[in-house]
């Protein structure tokens, strides 16, 4: 119940093209969806966030879709650039509990010149 | 603002060595949280502290133990260190605890011989 399952372990994108990062969850209460980004030499960091109200969430070239019934998120990069390579974490948990993020496994992207 | 620091970057134990890492919060933030972080499987949640006191717990030996100051200040302590301690060890800070707003430090990259 616990787990975040993500896909794929690493994926080679070519510049200008889309990345998609998918994951899924087991844990009906979760209610906080968040993509952490993660460079070689430092700690991950956040990159985007959704709740569970909306089904999409963009910022800038980056957008999570979110699909409730199917306990299903993911991440698209749009017109991905070499400084997009990095490792991507899922996450999940419930907001106002005792509970922490629920990590998934994370993805090595690498954007091709 | 200065961000998280942690102390040292690399370190090499020995098993059955005991070791110390430390974590400088952002000024301002009350609570630390430390995670392990090693290949494919995600970051694992450790401990987290908030004014000094224990709020929250992941499923590690107790071998794993940590602290908090005055100041804000972490250390984590393992004891006893096995084969299987290596990884990187993450600290993040946030004002008042919860998900919703943790920067990460760079990590202290542990290896145990």
């Known amino acids: 119940q616990q787990q975040v399952k993500q896909s794929p372990q690493s994926l080679i994108v070519q510049k200008g093209g889309i990345s998609i990062i998918n994951c899924a969850y087991e844990?009906?209460?979760?209610?906080?969806f968040p993509w952490y980004q993660q460079f070689p030499g430092k700690g991950p960091a956040l990159l985007i966030a959704?709740?569970?109200d909306v089904s999409e969430k963009k910022e800038g070239r980056f957008t999570i879709s979110f699909n409730k019934s199917a306990k299903q998120f993911s991440l698209h990069i749009m017109d991905s650039q070499p400084g997009d390579s990095a490792t991507y974490f899922c996450?999940?948990?419930?907001?106002?509990?005792?509970?922490?993020?629920?990590w998934g496994a994370g993805t090595k992207l690498i954007i091709k010149p | 603002k200065a961000g998280v620091t942690q102390t040292p970057r690399y370190l090499i134990k020995t098993r059955g060595q005991q070791v110390t890492l430390s974590c400088s919060p952002i000024s301002g933030h009350r609570s630390v949280s430390w995670y392990q972080q090693t290949p494919g499987q995600g970051l694992q949640f450790l401990f987290e502290?908030?004014?000094?006191?224990?709020?929250n717990k992941g499923n590690f030996p107790g071998r794993f133990s940590g602290r908090q100051f005055s100041n804000s200040r972490s250390e984590m302590n393992v004891s006893t260190l096995e084969l299987g301690d290596s990884a990187l060890y993450l600290c993040?800070?946030?004002?008042?605890?919860?998900?919703?707003?943790?920067?990460f430090g760079p990590g202290t990259r542990l290896t145990v011989t």
């Open positions: 502290y908030f004014s000094e006191t224990q709020r």
């Open positions: 959704i709740r569970p």
């Open positions: 996450a999940a948990s419930k907001v106002n509990s005792n509970y922490q993020l629920i």
């Open positions: 844990n009906t209460a979760f209610d906080y």
């Open positions: 993040a800070s946030s004002p008042q605890g919860g998900l919703l707003e943790q920067y």
